[in-house]
């Protein structure tokens, strides 16, 4: 009977809490609703300033083919002055590459006007725009339906009626080549005048000078990666400027890290920040992506569980950084709720990886990857950065067991993934062993000093481990090899990684590199693949910020 009893009054107890519950998840949605649109206005009121540049074609230049060259092609320059285009007429010629000089981003016009009688028929051009030489010589009607959509690839059909005329291209491009092809001509001779690119980025002021006996190609990278970061920083931090245009978490953190070590604008990442959390959802789960000109209408749907939980630490450096109390304690609701929502798809202090399929976890453009033992490090490490933000803050009250769940999630780890024989964290059913399981535990210092570097040789020396497929996997790879006190195999692996790109002739880093394929695209035609891409830059910080492992 008293068994009964207790039964009961448990029950109760137990229905009475989680009807408090769902009345306090009602206050938060309609506390979440009302702040939105705060959240909002704060970050219209940071939209920065873009500064513009006028650039004239530098050369004319003609494609060869080459299989030594990045993707078989380079650009060779002709000993025709641009000017040329200003006096003689066109139609003989037909077709012209006009070579900007470096890569940018902005907008593209010209004139053109007739030469000896009035225009008397329409005449037709097809402008096509690439970032490097491959792009520029690919089919792009080879496009799969089964890629992105092809009109992201950066060409146009302009028809002039009348001279003379201003051609402006209304799209912004990224380009540094410029291709011109007469498609459709009349009687009539004609020239073009004032062939411009408007360049435009929010990236202002001078970066600091490496020190003067840092080695020539790690001043190559940093230069290249400043462009890439500079490209990026528009509006907001895009991922891409030739395609997607919209603001990722995951770019976002690997941008800001960059931008505190160069550009230092750090309006825009509070911008960014602001508008993130602006474009919530109901549930408060953030979005993986946003297009700002759509506030409205966010992208419906696609959450990034591995980019949602790096909002907060994100959020943490930019406070580190500035000093913006305001700003972090005015977010701090948005990083609880990631860690919160997050926390609900644990089972015994395990990320259940059977639970989460209407979420999409990045990581790395590897489709091999099996992403349980890095979400598990992952998920570690953001919950240790957002209860430090929660201490700046003053607020750990409110986070008390998070600490708790940091070292059951470390233990459960090493019970799961961790093959102590072997010294490497192995995930999924297949047991894999991957380069990013073992930098998640690393970062997230489930693994000690000690049986980092282990697990990091292990996987440098046996090719059967999953490798890195892409630029923002190796950012994580380089942090943990410092992490550990690899410092000289991390900047061994940077000079390799992206001194590999430069050496292929990158004017900005790509978003998809392969040192072993020119050709790999997670899209199924390399054309579009963005070749100036914001998780590319971050040699950038890297370089800054240890100055005695890379300015030297």
């Known amino acids: 009977m008293i068994r009964k ?69 380079r650009m060779e320059r002709t000993n025709e002055p641009v000017e040329v285009l200003y006096k003689e007429s066109f139609k003989p010629r037909k077709e012209v590459i006009l070579d900007l000089g470096d890569h940018y981003t902005g907008y593209f016009s010209f004139k053109v006007k007739d030469m000896n009688m009035p225009t008397d028929a329409p005449v037709r051009f097809r402008l096509t725009f690439a970032e490097v030489p491959g792009e520029l010589n690919a089919n792009f009607e080879d496009c799969p339906e089964s890629s992105l959509s092809r009109a992201w690839l950066q060409d146009e059909i302009i028809t002039v009626m009348r001279m003379p005329h201003e051609v402006k291209v209304e799209r912004r491009l990224a380009c540094r080549y410029v291709k011109i092809e007469l498609l459709a001509q009349s009687y009539y001779d004609f020239v073009f005048e004032d062939i411009n690119f408007r360049a435009e980025t929010s990236a202002h002021g001078k970066t600091a000078e490496l020190a003067e006996g840092t080695d020539p190609m790690i001043k190559k990278i940093n230069e290249i990666g400043l462009k890439t970061l500079a490209e990026c920083m528009q509006t907001v931090y895009e991922d891409g400027p030739k395609r ?35 474009m919530t959802p109901d549930n408060g789960f953030l979005r993986g992506t946003v297009y700002e000109h ?69 990581f790395d453009w590897k489709d091999d990857l099996n992403r349980h033992a890095p979400m598990q490090g992952l998920m ?29 999630m470390r233990k459960a780890s090493r019970e799961v993934f961790y093959d102590k024989k072997l010294g490497v964290m192995k995930s999924g059913p297949d047991a894999q062993i991957s380069y990013l399981s073992q930098v998640w535990m690393i970062l997230s210092e489930t693994l000690n000093q000690k049986e980092a570097v282990r697990a990091l040789e292990y996987v440098f020396a046996n090719d059967s481990t999953c490798y890195i497929g892409s630029p923002y996997a190796y950012h994580y790879l380089i942090e943990a090899m410092i992490k550990c006190g690899m410092g000289e195999r991390a900047r061994e692996m940077l000079i390799t990684y992206w001194g590999g790109m430069v050496k292929k002739g990158a004017d900005t880093f790509w978003e998809v590199y392969d040192p072993n394929d020119d050709y790999k695209s997670p899209y199924k035609f390399y054309p579009m693949n963005s070749y100036c891409h914001a998780w590319s830059c971050t040699p950038v910080y890297f370089i800054y910020k240890y100055k005695d492992i890379f300015q030297r």
């Open 5 to 73: 009893l207790l039964k009961t009054l448990f029950v109760a107890a137990a229905v009475c809490t989680a009807s408090q519950l769902t009345a306090q998840n009602e206050a938060t949605q309609l506390e979440w609703a009302n702040k939105r649109d705060g959240w909002l206005r704060k970050s219209t009121e940071c939209i920065p300033q873009l500064s513009k540049q006028d650039i004239e074609p530098v050369a004319i230049v003609r494609s060869v083919a080459d299989k030594s060259a990045f993707q078989g092609w």
């Open 244 to 278: 997607d245009q919209r603001l990722w978490v995951g770019d976002l953190y690997l941008e800001a890290l960059a931008n505190a070590y160069s550009y230092k604008n750090h309006t825009l990442t509070r911008r960014c920040l602001y508008l993130l959390a602006g």
């Open 294 to 362: 759509l506030p409205e209408r966010p992208d419906v749907g696609l959450h990034v569980m591995d980019y949602s939980l790096l909002y907060g630490v994100a959020l943490l450096e930019y406070f580190k950084e500035t000093g913006d109390r305001a700003t972090a304690d005015d977010l701090w609701p948005v990083v609880k709720h990631q860690v919160e929502f997050a926390r609900a798809y644990l089972k015994d202090n395990v990320f259940d990886v059977e639970k989460q399929p209407q979420h999409w976890l990045v």
């Open 380 to 408: 570690t490490f953001a919950i240790e950065q957002s209860y430090e933000l929660a201490k700046m803050l003053g607020r750990e009250g409110e986070v008390a067991d998070w600490p708790k769940v940091v070292k059951d």
